[in-house]
């Protein structure tokens, strides 16, 4: 398969170009012209990188890589280490940050949701980066965020009343606790993310919503396996997933 005409088409179905962002997303460093073996992990750390390598990976791809808006542009230290293994090695890294976020089946969004066994009804927020649905039942918040650690195998955070009882539910995957007010506005329950700051405590006590923080890495591990299963039965390439464990 050329890597060419394997990012062409990813950029496509993942709308790349209708998206700002904080970073570019498709190819990042290129490497072989030829994909026979692709790789997904969650970030392009470098024992990502390692582990592909040791995998006989032609192409990584992430939902986290590199050249961040105003992240400083030389490579130098921990980027050139990270960098002068995929030149060294062939690989190409392409990475999806929001688009992958936000793709209606393919996205982290949709497929934290279906891994929750939540009934997504639709999308808000800008660029539509916040999902809403609600739960197939009614459940308590105590037991609902007891589901929800163990799915991800994460003991999530819950703020907020334990004996709310849940049915509707808005999620926004990764680092996006600072969307917690657009979810109150849509009238929901319990609003599930990533990570935790010290302003979701008031609002989930002022506002009686539920803030479930249940990991940045955890919540955002199944888009990008999607992706990869998607392009491994499009494209018939191997595709591995490697887990790099991330307790934030």
């Known amino acids: 398969m050329k890597l060419n005409e394997l990012l062409d088409y990813t950029g496509q179905i993942l709308q790349v170009a209708r998206f700002k ?15 026979e073996r692709v790789v997904t992990g969650v970030t392009a750390s470098l024992s990502l990188l390692e582990a592909a390598r040791e995998r006989g990976a032609d192409l990584v791809m992430v939902h986290h890589g590199y050249f961040w808006r105003n992240e400083d542009a030389r490579i130098v230290g921990i980027k050139q280490k990270r960098i002068k293994l995929l030149l060294e090695s062939g690989m190409s890294l392409a990475a999806y940050h ?13 497929q934290l949701g279906k891994k929750l066994g ?25 037991d609902f965020s007891q589901h929800v650690s163990g799915v991800l195998n994460r003991e999530a955070l819950m703020l907020g009343s334990a004996d709310k009882t849940i049915s509707r539910v808005a999620w926004c995957t990764g680092g996006a606790q600072g969307y917690m007010e657009q979810a109150i506005a849509l009238g929901v329950d319990a609003y599930i993310s990533g990570e935790v700051s010290e302003q ?14 249940a990991g940045h890495h955890a919540t955002e591990r199944y888009g990008v396996q999607a992706l990869g299963e998607h392009l491994k039965n499009r494209f018939n390439v ?11």
Do not use: F, M
């Not at 962002?21 to 994909?35: A, F, T």
């Not at 979701?200 to 923080?213: K, P, R």
């Open 98 to 110: 929001l688009p992958l976020d936000a793709h209606p089946e393919l996205g982290n969004n949709a």
């Open 200 to 213: 979701n405590l008031h609002l989930a006590n002022e506002a009686g919503v539920v803030y479930i923080a």
């Open 21 to 35: 962002d904080y970073c570019p997303n498709g190819l990042q460093v290129e490497g072989k012209e030829e994909v």
């Open 238 to 248: 191997q595709h591995e997933y490697i887990e790099i464990n991330n307790p934030v």
């Open 118 to 142: 939540l009934v997504q009804d639709g999308w808000a927020g800008e660029q539509d980066i916040i999902a809403y649905g609600r739960t197939i039942a009614s459940v308590t918040a105590q």
